[in-house]
């Protein structure tokens, strides 16, 4: 069984500096994309950030040049450095980790969410 337990949100006011982490544990399949995601109230889950086994990353427009993505792949575990936080960041942060066998459709693991409040 897949466990992924998230820590590092808070409230944090505008301009400053926040550090998520998630640490997976279980059995994973070596190919794999960890990452974050965050829903607003009344909005859609969107992407923020991830990162694959073999270092690819990818991340959304609108936190680009902010936050940055990094994995210690030795501990399972994810990390999201957010500089420059806006108060339109603020969400609960989800941690996500996705399955990628050949021949099978990925599969999503998530985290219980983490609440980021951006406000002066």
């Known amino acids: 069984q897949v466990q992924l337990v998230e820590s590092g949100g808070g409230l944090v006011q505008p301009g400053r500096s926040l550090t998520l982490s998630c640490a997976a544990s279980?059995?994973?399949?070596?190919?794999?994309?960890m990452g974050w995601y965050r829903q607003a109230p009344g909005n859609q889950r969107e992407l923020v950030a991830t990162?694959?086994?073999?270092?690819?990353?990818n991340y959304a427009d609108s936190v680009k040049g902010r936050f940055t993505i990094s994995r210690d792949f030795a501990k399972n575990t994810v990390y999201l450095q957010m500089n420059n936080l806006k108060p339109e960041d603020t969400a609960v942060y989800y941690c996500?980790?996705?399955?990628?066998?050949?021949?099978?459709?990925?599969?999503?693991?998530w985290g219980q969410g983490t609440q980021v409040t951006v406000s002066s």
């Open positions: 279980g059995v994973i399949y070596s190919s794999n994309a």
């Open positions: 996500d980790l996705e399955i990628r066998v050949p021949g099978t459709p990925a599969y999503n693991y």
């Open positions: 990162m694959t086994s073999i270092g690819t990353t």
